[in-house]
């Protein structure tokens, strides 16, 4: 029998068990009297891991941009020709999946037939099945999904900003991938990524609702294989702290002119605790200084200057970067005077009980997300594949002080961390 951690913070009143199945999967279950139950079968694989070898190994595996992506839809295929959704459907599922630069996930949610419905969860993702013929099909469909992505004004806009700040860092490869590179696709080489990314140590189960973690081993027991444990060496591009380009523009079927202005950052912290710290820290800076109720989001809202605004700080293992996106018929004049803006903020320091509000929110975005089984899974199995444990979420935010914030905003924010693409309507 596994051994069942119980882990909880007290100052949210939240708790999850843990335990590491004898098939080497590690598993989470967060108890909640809900009437949906939610699970999140995911791999730490996803775009950015192109080039990887397993210990021991002498050189190092390239393989095509997309595949993770190509993995994720062929895992839905079944030797016995079975249709994988209907299968949910029959017991009140709603399933789905998704790839990230980071992961692979494969989900359902439900409201009845749990067991049943995670039976089926860990079947079809431990049970490739590939053939020359079918990855020949799904190379025709994947390649038409990239060529309507490559209409799309917002994916444009945002593949342009990561090829603006990257020269070479793998966080810019399209999750999809191009035409020309998964053409380079075949059985083999999915079979071989699987057998490397798929193994169920390089995995986890997050789940939550009314079950209990007995439950779930039940099912664990008897569907997962014994598995030995596997360990990636992943190979990532260096990268150079100023930015690849500082201007990409692009004309589609837009009315208004589309903007994204980016800010690199390459500083990631290999502490995962201070990367979490630096994490938190960055998402109350953004807030204060780019949210709804900040002096910049007010000022290019009432002046008319932008429409649609938003802005954030992403910081995880592999990258981390700012970005601030809406749709102006200006983009030019919206940098500038993002750049002004920012310069006087570090001139004139932050005010202090704006650091200690916009923190408390911080905090009360935590709490609220443990009443949804969706947001719960998902937040655990993103800090997870970033090495953060949930449970040491509240105390950082408590750690992070406003001197350390202020000395951010100094390090996060130097033009030479600048660049924006933009989306111009055709011209007539």
């Known amino acids: 029998m596994s051994e069942i951690i119980m882990r909880e913070d007290k100052a949210i009143g939240e708790r999850y068990y843990y335990t590491k199945h004898k098939s080497g999967l590690d598993i989470?279950?967060?108890?909640?009297?809900?009437?949906?139950?939610?699970?999140?079968?995911?791999?730490?694989?996803?775009?950015?891991?192109?080039?990887?070898?397993?210990?021991?190994?002498?050189?190092?595996?390239k393989v095509p941009d997309g595949i993770a992506h190509f993995l994720e839809h062929k895992m839905f295929e079944n030797e016995d020709g079975s249709d994988t959704f209907a299968r949910f459907a029959k017991y009140g599922a709603d399933a789905n999946a998704f790839t990230s630069s980071e992961m692979t996930a494969y989900l359902f949610s439900c409201t009845s037939h749990y067991d049943e419905n995670l039976e089926i969860l860990l079947d079809y993702v431990t049970k490739p099945y590939f053939t020359p013929q079918t990855v020949a099909k799904e190379q025709g469909i994947i390649g038409q999904e990239i060529k309507m992505g490559e209409d799309n004004p917002s994916r444009a806009r945002y593949y342009n900003t990561m090829e603006a700040l990257y020269a070479d860092s793998q966080i810019k490869i399209n999750v999809a991938g191009t035409v020309e590179s998964i053409?380079?696709?075949?059985?083999?080489?999915?079979?071989?990524?699987?057998?490397?990314?798929?193994?169920?140590?390089?995995?986890?189960?997050?789940?939550?609702?009314?079950?209990?973690?007995?439950?779930?081993?039940?099912?664990?027991?008897?569907?997962?294989?014994?598995?030995?444990?596997?360990?990636?060496?992943?190979?990532?591009?260096?990268?150079?702290?100023?930015?690849?380009?500082?201007?990409?523009?692009?004309?589609?079927?837009v009315s208004k002119p589309m903007f994204e202005i980016g800010i690199k950052d390459i500083d990631i912290p290999a502490d995962p605790k201070e990367r979490l710290k630096k994490s938190i820290a960055g998402g109350v800076l953004y807030d204060m200084l780019f949210g709804g109720t900040s002096d910049f989001a007010i000022d290019v809202y009432e002046s008319g200057l932008v429409r649609g605004f938003g802005a954030g700080y992403s910081l995880d293992h592999v990258f981390g970067m700012g970005e601030l996106v809406g749709e102006s018929d200006d983009p030019e004049a919206v940098y500038d005077k993002f750049v002004k803006y920012v310069e006087e903020k570090?001139?004139?320091?932050?005010?202090?009980?704006?650091?200690?509000?916009?923190?408390?929110?911080?905090?009360?975005?935590?709490?609220?997300?443990?009443?949804?089984?969706?947001?719960?899974?998902?937040?655990?199995?993103?800090?997870?594949?970033?090495?953060?444990?949930?449970?040491?979420?509240?105390?950082?935010?408590?750690?992070?002080?406003?001197?350390?914030?202020?000395?951010?905003?100094?390090?996060?924010?130097?033009?030479?961390?600048y660049a924006m693409s933009v989306v111009e309507p055709l011209e007539k």
């Open 28 to 61: 989470y279950v967060v108890p909640k009297k809900f009437r949906t139950s939610y699970a999140l079968f995911s791999t730490k694989y996803g775009a950015a891991d192109n080039c990887f070898k397993l210990e021991g190994d002498k050189d190092f595996v």
């Open 346 to 417: 570090k001139r004139a320091g932050l005010d202090q009980g704006e650091f200690e509000r916009t923190k408390k929110a911080n905090y009360a975005s935590l709490v609220r997300s443990f009443d949804s089984t969706q947001n719960i899974a998902d937040n655990i199995t993103f800090m997870l594949h970033d090495d953060i444990d949930i449970m040491d979420y509240s105390k950082a935010v408590s750690e992070v002080s406003f001197e350390y914030t202020e000395e951010l905003l100094r390090k996060l924010f130097d033009e030479k961390y």
């Open 183 to 253: 053409a380079e696709i075949t059985a083999d080489l999915l079979y071989s990524c699987y057998r490397t990314f798929y193994n169920l140590s390089n995995m986890v189960l997050v789940t939550s609702g009314d079950i209990t973690m007995e439950q779930v081993l039940a099912v664990a027991d008897k569907v997962l294989p014994m598995q030995e444990e596997k360990k990636i060496v992943r190979c990532y591009n260096s990268e150079k702290a100023e930015v690849n380009k500082k201007r990409i523009k692009v004309q589609m079927a």
